[in-house]
C-alpha cells in the first residue's frame, strides 16, 4: 500500500477501527490508512473480526441445522424426481434445499461474522476544479478537431443520415407482409357468402332456434378473426334494428361482427331476457335491437351490422360485406358513417 | 516449497500469500482492498433491490430450463399429448409444448411456475424499490441518472412480462395479444403500420409474433435488462449506498457492514432464500394452469381474462374509461383506447422520468449532493403527492377486476364501474391530501415512530398492582438529529469530518454503536415549541 498516494479528495477508504491506529488529521480531506498493511498482522484486534452474539454455539448449531436440513430435503428431492415427480413434492423439497442454505448462510453472515456498524468516508463525486478543467479540455479537443474541418462533419452527418434512412428502409420492409393496405377496412363477406360454422358447414335458415346464437364465419373462411360474426336468432320474423336496416333480419336472424369496437376482443356473451350483448374483456354492453349500440362501457361505436339473405334455398347468405370496418379504431379509419351512435334509434 | 518441517503457515499467511500472488498478476491490491473493506448500509429496505436482482437471476436459470423445451412456433398441430380433454383438438405448437413442459417433462411444472411466480416478484420487487427510491428521496443529486436506468428498466421488466405471458399461446394470452393490437391500432398516424408491422398482418397475423416475442423475451430484453442493472449496480457501488440519518450518520459517511465477508454471506443467504420461496411457490401455489384454457382461437373468450398484476392498472384504465373516440379532420381517428392504454403510461413514464427534475426546481436542493435519506413523514409534500398517485394506480389495478367485484358483492357491474370511475379520480386527491397532513403531524410530533417503551405491572406483597415504566433498553433513544438539523448537507467537508468519532478520540474505536447503552446519553435539542425529541434508535443496527 502506498498510503502517500492516497491522500486526496476522492481517496476511497475506510477509517475503520483496527485499520487506522495512527489517527488521521481531522481537518483534513480524508482519513489515512497508513496502517492498512499491519492491520492484517494484528487481526486478532481489529473489530471487524468480532461477532456480534453472545453465545455463538447456539448460532453455530442453528446455522448447522440448517444445512442438514438442505442436504436432507435435496436427496429427498432426488428421490422424488427419480420416481418420477411431483409437483408439489419437488417444489417443497426444493424450497427447503435451497431455504435450508439461505437461511443457514444468512444466519452466519447475521450472527457469526463480524457486524458493523462500520464507518466509510465517502469520496466527494466531483474532482478539484484542475481536473475538471483539464477533463473538459481533453474532451472539447475532439469538438475543436470536429469544428475545425465542419463541412466533413456535416458530410459525414449526411452520409450517416442518408445510410440510416436507406438501411431501415429495406430492414422495415422485409418485416412487412403483408403491408397493411385496405386490409382493416375489409372482411372476406362478400354478396351471397354463405354463412358456416366453424367447422364449415353452412347455417340453414331453421338451424338456430329463438334465443339461439351461433359464431359464423364466410364461407372459405371458417375460423378467421376478422371476419367472426355473431348470428343471433332474436325473434321468428324479421326485425328492424335501424332506418335502412329493413331487409337485414329475414326470420328474426341478427349478424354481427363479433369484434367489439372498444379493443377487439370477442363480444359473445348474450344475454337473452334483455337483448344484450356483453364483451368479457371490458364489460361494455351493447343493446342488440337497436344496432348494437353501445350502451355501458368503454366501447365508443356500435357493432358493425351484417345484412343477411335467404334467397329461398334456405341457406343463410350475406347480401354484401359489413358497411364500415370492423373491431376497433385505427387512425385511417374513415368514421363519417357511425362514429356517433345514433341516439334517435334508442326510442325504436 | 517449504519443507516438511516447516510448521504449516496460518489460514491468515496463506490467505495473505494468495492476495498477493492476485496482485502481482493484476496488481489489484489497492482496488481490491477497498472493495472488501465497502461498507454496507444493515437497513432492511435495501433487500428490496437486491430481491429484484435475484429474481432476474432466478428468471435466467428458470427460463434457460423453459427454452429447451418449448416450441416458438404458432403451427397447428393435433394434440396426442397425455392429457385427455385436449386430445384430438387442433393446438398451436407454442401451446403444445407448454402443456407438454407441463405436464410430461419432469420437474418441468415446477420450472414453469417458478418462472410465472418470479416474473411476478420480479416486478413487484422492482416497484416497491421504486416506492422506497421515491419516498426516501434517493433519486436526487447525484443518482438521477441511476434512478432513470432504474425506470428504465421497470418499463423492460413489464413489457417483456407481457411478451413472456404471451408466449404459451393459450386461450387468455392471445386475448390479451388481442387487446395489444387493439391498443397499437390506436396511436395516430403510425398505428396501423406499426400493428401490421410487429404481428405481420392483420390480427391474428400469419404467425410470426410468437417467434418474434420469442426472440424479444428471451434474449434481446433479457440482454439489455443486464446491461442496464450492471451499469445500475456499478453507479451504485461508486456513487455507494444512500442511507437513512441516525447517529454517526452523516452526508459524508457510510455506515454498516463491510462487504467481506458479512454482506457477501448475507446477500448469498438472501439469494437462496429468494430461491427457496420461489421454489415455494412454484411448487405449492398454481399460477397459469394453460391446459384448463385451452389453445387461442380468437373467436373463443374464456371468462375472467386479466393479465398478471402489473399490467393491471392499463386494464383498470381500459375499462374505467368513457366511450371516447375522437374524429380528426373528418378524415382520421383517435380511438379509444388510446388515452387509456398510450397517453396514460406515456403520462406516468415521463412524469417519473422527470421527477428529479422537476423537485428539484420546487426544492432548490440540487446545488448539492445528498446522500442521507429522507422519512418520508419529513417531506409531507412529495410523500402526500406520491402515495395520492400511488392510490391512484391501486384505483386503476382494483378497477381491472370490476366483473369480479359485481359478482362477489353482488352489485351490478354499472355500479361498480360508476363507483370507479369517480373514485379513481377523487380518492386520490383525500388520500394525498390526507397523507400530507399525517406527515405534517408526525414530524411535528414527539418521539414519534419512535421504539415504544413498555410498562411493567408490578404486584405488591399486598396484592395491589403498580406500573412502572419499563427499564430503558439498549438502543432505546439512540438518535436520530431531527430531519430539519442536517447541517451536514449544508457544512462543508472539513467542518463536519469533525463530528465524526475518530480512532484517536479517547482512545475508543470508531465502531459505532458497539456499546449502545452509553448512547443514551445524547442530549437531543428543544425544538417544537419546547417538546423534547428523544433521538431515535438509528435505522438498522438491529
Ligand atoms: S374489448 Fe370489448 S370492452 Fe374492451
Same mark, same amino acid.
Given at each position: 500500500?502506498? @498510503? /502517500? =498516494?492516497?491522500?486526496?479528495? !476522492?481517496?476511497?477508504?475506510? +477509517? $475503520? #477501527?483496527?485499520?487506522? @491506529? /495512527? =489517527?488521521?488529521?481531522?481537518? !483534513?480531506?480524508?482519513?489515512? +490508512? $497508513? #496502517?492498512?498493511?499491519?492491520?492484517?498482522?494484528?487481526?486478532?484486534?481489529?473489530?471487524?473480526?468480532?461477532?456480534?452474539?453472545?453465545?455463538?454455539?447456539?448460532?453455530?448449531?442453528?446455522?448447522?441445522?440448517?444445512?442438514?436440513?438442505?442436504?436432507?430435503?435435496?436427496?429427498?428431492?432426488?428421490?422424488?424426481?427419480?420416481?418420477?415427480?411431483?409437483?408439489?413434492?419437488?417444489?417443497?423439497?426444493?424450497?427447503?434445499?435451497?431455504?435450508?442454505?439461505?437461511?443457514?448462510?444468512?444466519?452466519?453472515?447475521?450472527?457469526?461474522?463480524?457486524?458493523?456498524?462500520?464507518?466509510?468516508?465517502?469520496?466527494?463525486?466531483?474532482?478539484?476544479?484542475?481536473?475538471?478543467?483539464?477533463?473538459?479540455?481533453?474532451?472539447?479537443?475532439?469538438?475543436?478537431?470536429?469544428?475545425?474541418?465542419?463541412?466533413?462533419?456535416?458530410?459525414?452527418?449526411?452520409?450517416?443520415?442518408?445510410?440510416?434512412?436507406?438501411?431501415?428502409?429495406?430492414?422495415?420492409?422485409?418485416?412487412?407482409?403483408?403491408?397493411?393496405?385496405?386490409?382493416?377496412?375489409?372482411?372476406?363477406?362478400?354478396?351471397?357468402?354463405?354463412?358456416?360454422?366453424?367447422?364449415?358447414?353452412?347455417?340453414?335458415?331453421?338451424?338456430?332456434?329463438?334465443?339461439?346464437?351461433?359464431?359464423?364465419?364466410?364461407?372459405?373462411?371458417?375460423?378467421?378473426?376478422?371476419?367472426?360474426?355473431?348470428?343471433?336468432?332474436?325473434?321468428?320474423?324479421?326485425?328492424?334494428?335501424?332506418?335502412?336496416?329493413?331487409?337485414?333480419?329475414?326470420?328474426?336472424?341478427?349478424?354481427?361482427?363479433?369484434?367489439?369496437?372498444?379493443?377487439?376482443?370477442?363480444?359473445?356473451?348474450?344475454?337473452?331476457?334483455?337483448?344484450?350483448?356483453?364483451?368479457?374483456?371490458?364489460?361494455?354492453?351493447?343493446?342488440?335491437?337497436?344496432?348494437?349500440?353501445?350502451?355501458?362501457?368503454?366501447?365508443?361505436?356500435?357493432?358493425?351490422?351484417?345484412?343477411?339473405?335467404?334467397?329461398?334455398?334456405?341457406?343463410?347468405?350475406?347480401?354484401?360485406?359489413?358497411?364500415?370496418?370492423?373491431?376497433?379504431?385505427?387512425?385511417?379509419?374513415?368514421?363519417?358513417?357511425?362514429?356517433?351512435?345514433?341516439?334517435?334509434?334508442?326510442?325504436? | 516449497?517449504?519443507?516438511?518441517?516447516?510448521?504449516?503457515?496460518?489460514?491468515?499467511?496463506?490467505?495473505?500469500?494468495?492476495?498477493?500472488?492476485?496482485?502481482?498478476?493484476?496488481?489489484?491490491?489497492?482496488?481490491?482492498?477497498?472493495?472488501?473493506?465497502?461498507?454496507?448500509?444493515?437497513?432492511?429496505?435495501?433487500?428490496?433491490?437486491?430481491?429484484?436482482?435475484?429474481?432476474?437471476?432466478?428468471?435466467?436459470?428458470?427460463?434457460?430450463?423453459?427454452?429447451?423445451?418449448?416450441?416458438?412456433?404458432?403451427?397447428?398441430?393435433?394434440?396426442?399429448?397425455?392429457?385427455?380433454?385436449?386430445?384430438?383438438?387442433?393446438?398451436?405448437?407454442?401451446?403444445?409444448?407448454?402443456?407438454?413442459?407441463?405436464?410430461?417433462?419432469?420437474?418441468?411444472?415446477?420450472?414453469?411456475?417458478?418462472?410465472?411466480?418470479?416474473?411476478?416478484?420480479?416486478?413487484?420487487?422492482?416497484?416497491?424499490?421504486?416506492?422506497?427510491?421515491?419516498?426516501?428521496?434517493?433519486?436526487?443529486?447525484?443518482?438521477?441518472?441511476?434512478?432513470?436506468?432504474?425506470?428504465?428498466?421497470?418499463?423492460?421488466?413489464?413489457?417483456?412480462?407481457?411478451?413472456?405471458?404471451?408466449?404459451?399461446?393459450?386461450?387468455?394470452?392471445?386475448?390479451?395479444?388481442?387487446?395489444?393490437?387493439?391498443?397499437?391500432?390506436?396511436?395516430?398516424?403510425?398505428?396501423?403500420?406499426?400493428?401490421?408491422?410487429?404481428?405481420?398482418?392483420?390480427?391474428?397475423?400469419?404467425?410470426?409474433?410468437?417467434?418474434?416475442?420469442?426472440?424479444?423475451?428471451?434474449?434481446?430484453?433479457?440482454?439489455?435488462?443486464?446491461?442496464?442493472?450492471?451499469?445500475?449496480?456499478?453507479?451504485?457501488?461508486?456513487?455507494?449506498?444512500?442511507?437513512?440519518?441516525?447517529?454517526?450518520?452523516?452526508?459524508?459517511?457510510?455506515?454498516?457492514?463491510?462487504?467481506?465477508?458479512?454482506?457477501?454471506?448475507?446477500?448469498?443467504?438472501?439469494?437462496?432464500?429468494?430461491?427457496?420461496?420461489?421454489?415455494?411457490?412454484?411448487?405449492?401455489?398454481?399460477?397459469?394452469?394453460?391446459?384448463?384454457?385451452?389453445?387461442?382461437?380468437?373467436?373463443?373468450?374464456?371468462?375472467?381474462?386479466?393479465?398478471?398484476?402489473?399490467?393491471?392498472?392499463?386494464?383498470?384504465?381500459?375499462?374505467?374509461?368513457?366511450?371516447?373516440?375522437?374524429?380528426?379532420?373528418?378524415?382520421?381517428?383517435?380511438?379509444?383506447?388510446?388515452?387509456?392504454?398510450?397517453?396514460?403510461?406515456?403520462?406516468?413514464?415521463?412524469?417519473?422520468?422527470?421527477?428529479?427534475?422537476?423537485?428539484?426546481?420546487?426544492?432548490?436542493?440540487?446545488?448539492?449532493?445528498?446522500?442521507?435519506?429522507?422519512?418520508?413523514?419529513?417531506?409531507?409534500?412529495?410523500?402526500?403527492?406520491?402515495?395520492?398517485?400511488?392510490?391512484?394506480?391501486?384505483?386503476?389495478?382494483?378497477?381491472?377486476?370490476?366483473?369480479?367485484?359485481?359478482?362477489?358483492?353482488?352489485?351490478?357491474?354499472?355500479?361498480?364501474?360508476?363507483?370507479?370511475?369517480?373514485?379513481?379520480?377523487?380518492?386520490?386527491?383525500?388520500?394525498?391530501?390526507?397523507?400530507?397532513?399525517?406527515?405534517?403531524?408526525?414530524?411535528?410530533?414527539?418521539?414519534?415512530?419512535?421504539?415504544?417503551?413498555?410498562?411493567?405491572?408490578?404486584?405488591?406483597?399486598?396484592?395491589?398492582?403498580?406500573?412502572?415504566?419499563?427499564?430503558?433498553?439498549?438502543?432505546?433513544?439512540?438518535?436520530?438529529?431531527?430531519?430539519?438539523?442536517?447541517?451536514?448537507?449544508?457544512?462543508?467537508?472539513?467542518?463536519?469530518?469533525?463530528?465524526?468519532?475518530?480512532?484517536?478520540?479517547?482512545?475508543?474505536?470508531?465502531?459505532?454503536?458497539?456499546?449502545?447503552?452509553?448512547?443514551?446519553?445524547?442530549?437531543?435539542?428543544?425544538?417544537?415549541?419546547?417538546?423534547?425529541?428523544?433521538?431515535?434508535?438509528?435505522?438498522?443496527?438491529?
Amino acid at each position: 500500500m502506498s @498510503p /502517500g =498516494g492516497e491522500d486526496e479528495i !476522492g481517496s476511497d477508504h475506510m +477509517s $475503520t #477501527g483496527g485499520e487506522n @491506529p /495512527g =489517527g488521521d488529521n481531522p481537518g !483534513g480531506a480524508g482519513s489515512t +490508512s $497508513t #496502517g492498512s498493511g499491519a492491520a492484517t498482522a494484528t487481526a486478532v484486534e481489529d473489530i471487524r473480526l468480532e461477532i456480534p452474539v453472545q453465545r455463538p454455539r447456539r448460532a453455530e448449531n442453528f446455522v448447522a441445522l440448517c444445512f442438514v436440513v438442505s442436504v436432507l430435503a435435496t436427496i429427498g428431492l432426488a428421490i422424488t424426481y427419480s420416481l418420477g415427480g411431483q409437483v408439489q413434492a419437488e417444489g417443497a423439497l426444493l424450497g427447503l434445499g435451497l431455504g435450508g442454505m439461505g437461511v443457514g448462510v444468512a444466519a452466519w453472515g447475521k450472527y457469526l461474522m463480524p457486524q458493523g456498524p462500520f464507518v466509510e468516508d465517502r469520496h466527494e463525486l466531483p474532482k478539484p476544479e484542475s481536473d475538471r478543467r483539464a477533463f473538459g479540455a481533453a474532451f472539447s479537443r475532439g469538438s475543436v478537431a470536429v469544428e475545425r474541418r465542419g463541412f466533413l462533419g456535416k458530410l459525414l452527418g449526411a452520409a450517416i443520415g442518408v445510410f440510416s434512412i436507406v438501411g431501415i428502409f429495406p430492414f422495415l420492409r422485409s418485416l412487412y407482409n403483408p403491408r397493411p393496405g385496405n386490409a382493416l377496412d375489409f372482411t372476406f363477406f362478400r354478396r351471397g357468402s354463405r354463412l358456416v360454422r366453424i367447422d364449415g358447414r353452412p347455417v340453414m335458415a331453421d338451424d338456430v332456434d329463438v334465443g339461439g346464437v351461433l359464431t359464423v364465419f364466410p364461407e372459405g373462411h371458417a375460423g378467421d378473426a376478422v371476419s367472426q360474426t355473431l348470428l343471433i336468432r332474436a325473434s321468428s320474423v324479421p326485425i328492424t334494428t335501424l332506418p335502412g336496416r329493413e331487409t337485414w333480419s329475414p326470420h328474426g336472424y341478427l349478424a354481427y361482427s363479433k369484434l367489439c369496437t372498444h379493443a377487439g376482443c370477442p363480444v359473445s356473451l348474450y344475454q337473452q331476457q334483455v337483448q344484450q350483448l356483453l364483451c368479457p374483456c371490458h364489460q361494455s354492453v351493447f343493446t342488440l335491437l337497436n344496432g348494437a349500440r353501445p350502451i355501458f362501457g368503454p366501447a365508443p361505436r356500435l357493432l358493425p351490422q351484417l345484412p343477411i339473405m335467404d334467397n329461398g334455398d334456405g341457406f343463410l347468405r350475406a347480401q354484401s360485406d359489413f358497411q364500415e370496418p370492423v373491431g376497433p379504431g385505427f387512425w385511417e379509419r374513415n368514421t363519417s358513417t357511425t362514429l356517433n351512435p345514433p341516439k334517435t334509434a334508442a326510442g325504436q | 516449497m517449504k519443507s516438511r518441517d516447516a510448521p504449516r503457515p496460518s489460514l491468515e499467511d496463506r490467505t495473505v500469500e494468495l492476495a498477493r500472488w492476485t496482485d502481482d498478476r493484476f496488481g489489484v491490491a489497492k482496488i481490491g482492498k477497498t472493495a472488501l473493506n465497502k461498507i454496507f448500509p444493515d437497513h432492511w429496505s435495501f433487500l428490496l433491490g437486491e430481491i429484484a436482482m435475484y429474481t432476474f437471476v432466478i428468471l435466467i436459470i428458470t427460463g434457460i430450463f423453459l427454452t429447451l423445451f418449448f416450441v416458438p412456433s404458432t403451427h397447428e398441430v393435433i394434440y396426442h399429448g397425455s392429457y385427455l380433454p385436449l386430445r384430438g383438438q387442433r393446438v398451436s405448437e407454442a401451446y403444445q409444448s407448454t402443456v407438454d413442459i407441463s405436464l410430461n417433462v419432469r420437474a418441468g411444472l415446477v420450472m414453469r411456475q417458478m418462472h410465472h411466480w418470479a416474473a411476478d416478484i420480479f416486478a413487484a420487487a422492482v416497484v416497491v424499490h421504486l416506492c422506497r427510491i421515491f419516498f426516501t428521496g434517493a433519486f436526487r443529486r447525484p443518482r438521477e441518472l441511476n434512478y432513470m436506468i432504474g425506470l428504465t428498466m421497470l418499463i423492460l421488466v413489464i413489457v417483456n412480462g407481457f411478451i413472456g405471458y404471451s408466449l404459451p399461446d393459450d386461450q387468455i394470452s392471445g386475448a390479451g395479444l388481442r387487446i395489444a393490437f387493439s391498443i397499437f391500432l390506436s396511436l395516430p398516424i403510425i398505428g396501423t403500420w406499426g400493428a401490421f408491422l410487429l404481428w405481420g398482418g392483420n390480427f391474428p397475423g400469419n404467425g410470426d409474433i410468437i417467434p418474434r416475442f420469442y426472440s424479444l423475451h428471451i434474449l434481446i430484453i433479457p440482454a439489455v435488462i443486464a446491461g442496464l442493472l450492471v451499469a445500475h449496480l456499478g453507479i451504485m457501488w461508486h456513487q455507494k449506498h444512500t442511507d437513512f440519518p441516525g447517529k454517526e450518520k452523516t452526508n459524508r459517511t457510510v455506515v454498516g457492514s463491510s462487504f467481506w465477508p458479512t454482506y457477501v454471506a448475507k446477500t448469498t443467504g438472501y439469494f437462496f432464500i429468494i430461491f427457496a420461496g420461489l421454489a415455494l411457490l412454484g411448487g405449492l401455489f398454481q399460477i397459469n394452469p394453460i391446459w384448463l384454457y385451452g389453445s387461442y382461437e380468437p373467436f373463443k373468450v374464456s371468462y375472467a381474462v386479466q393479465p398478471d398484476w402489473y399490467m393491471g392498472w392499463l386494464d383498470g384504465a381500459l375499462r374505467i374509461m368513457p366511450a371516447w373516440e375522437t374524429q380528426f379532420a373528418g378524415r382520421y381517428l383517435i380511438s379509444a383506447p388510446f388515452y387509456p392504454a398510450v397517453v396514460l403510461p406515456g403520462l406516468t413514464f415521463t412524469a417519473l422520468y422527470m421527477w428529479p427534475f422537476i423537485e428539484a426546481r420546487f426544492t432548490k436542493e440540487n446545488r448539492m449532493e445528498h446522500h442521507l435519506l429522507d422519512r418520508p413523514r419529513d417531506r409531507p409534500v412529495r410523500t402526500g403527492l406520491g402515495v395520492g398517485v400511488l392510490s391512484f394506480y391501486v384505483m386503476l389495478f382494483l378497477a381491472s377486476s370490476t366483473d369480479v367485484l359485481a359478482n362477489t358483492l353482488r352489485v351490478s357491474l354499472n355500479g361498480v364501474l360508476w363507483t370507479f370511475r369517480i373514485g379513481t379520480p377523487t380518492i386520490p386527491i383525500v388520500v394525498g391530501l390526507a397523507t400530507y397532513q399525517i406527515c405534517k403531524e408526525l414530524s411535528r410530533a414527539p418521539g414519534a415512530g419512535l421504539r415504544k417503551r413498555s410498562n411493567v405491572v408490578v404486584r405488591s406483597a399486598e396484592g395491589g398492582y403498580t406500573t412502572v415504566p419499563a427499564n430503558i433498553r439498549p438502543g432505546d433513544f439512540e438518535g436520530e438529529p431531527p430531519p430539519e438539523s442536517l447541517p451536514e448537507e449544508a457544512v462543508p467537508r472539513g467542518a463536519m469530518g469533525d463530528r465524526r468519532r475518530r480512532p484517536d478520540e479517547g482512545g475508543e474505536e470508531v465502531g459505532v454503536g458497539v456499546d449502545r447503552t452509553e448512547a443514551t446519553a445524547v442530549t437531543p435539542p428543544r425544538r417544537f415549541g419546547g417538546f423534547f425529541r428523544p433521538w431515535h434508535r438509528p435505522a438498522g443496527n438491529s
